[in-house]
T-cell receptor, first 116, second 109 residues
């Protein structure tokens, strides 16, 4: 089946630094990718929808200047957490759709960010 | 507003059958998904229903009634590895996924 790879799986950084997370669709072209955030024991929270070649659509309450999303190609989307703070520590997950008709989303492995 | 409801936690015995219910109220409907999520991992896709009825896939089945805004996930011959959270999600008219909070399923020997 379709595979989505996310990197890095774990990242620890100092407060004030920026962290980039990559999401790649390995065997299909993904015109749309989604970025989620999950706090412990809570459901996934959609942060933004990333469309190839255009600006991402952010959900209400998500700071677009803090969470920079770039979808430069049909197989790669990146999320950059700028000037990270401890409250940004979370599990970040991306997903990609192989086609709207199938409706199936394929998830990356997730990236656990810890900001010290 | 949009709302997905599912039980917070359920307990079942190894080898038994369990049904996890999900009710929804969304602006439009473009399908209902069930995902399985083990602790610390990303969700994995289980099923997709867009028409009424039952979809069977091995030990897992998913049912949808659009008129009732209701779905269930049925797990048969439960195994210890089925202990996980099960997430119900509905795709609305804008093709956005609305997520339930998840049902934590505990399997006991």
């Amino acid at each position: 089946g379709a595979v989505v790879s996310q990197h890095p799986s774990w990242v620890i950084c100092k407060s004030g630094t920026s962290v980039k997370i990559e999401c790649r669709s390995l065997d299909f072209q993904a015109t749309t990718m989604f970025w989620y955030r999950q706090f412990p024991k809570q459901s996934l929270m959609l942060m933004a929808t990333s469309n190839e070649g255009s600006k991402a659509t952010y959900e209400q309450g998500v700071e677009k200047d803090k969470f920079l999303i770039n979808h430069a190609s049909l197989t790669l989307s990146t999320l950059t957490v700028t000037s990270a703070h401890p409250e940004d520590s979370s599990f970040y997950i991306c997903s990609a759709s192989s086609g709207r008709d199938t409706g199936e989303l394929f998830f990356g492995e997730g990236s656990r960010l810890t900001v010290l | 507003g949009q709302n997905i409801d599912q039980p917070t936690e359920m307990t079942a015995t190894e080898g038994a059958i369990v049904q996890i219910n999900c009710t929804y109220q969304t602006s439009g409907f473009n399908g209902l998904f069930w995902y399985q999520q083990h602790a610390g991992e990303a969700p994995t896709f289980l099923s997709y229903n867009v028409l009424d009825g039952l979809e069977e896939k091995g030990r897992f089945s998913s049912f949808l009634s659009r008129s009732k805004g209701y779905s269930y996930l049925l797990l048969k011959e439960l195994q210890m590895k089925d202990s996980a959270s099960y997430l119900c999600a509905v795709m609305d008219s804008n093709y956005q996924l609305i997520w339930g909070a998840g049902t934590k399923l505990i399997i006991k020997p």
